[in-house]
């Protein structure tokens, strides 16, 4: 069951994907896809909307990088660079990781 997951994972990132850069602190650059997106509001008072955070959750195919991503390492989307805030695994099986990226100054 696990094999087919990981087919699925593979397709969903190559088909749907972001190209990016991923480079571990203290580590050599990888080109990886990765599945992009906003962070998810949070309501707030009156009904008014507030962003959880300015920066991104990024998915990654835990696959393309050598080691766990973590807290410090850089993710590279065209001209923009973002640090990871902190990293968990997506799933239950340990196949992507969830970034949480903010850009970097």
Known sequence: MRALAQLAVDAVHSTLGTSATFTPSGGSAVDVKVIDRQPDPVLGALNSTQHRQSGRLLEIRRAAVAADPAEGDTVLIGTVSYRVRSA?????????FELDCVPER
């Open 88 to 96: 968990k695994p997506a799933d239950p099986d340990g196949l992507t």
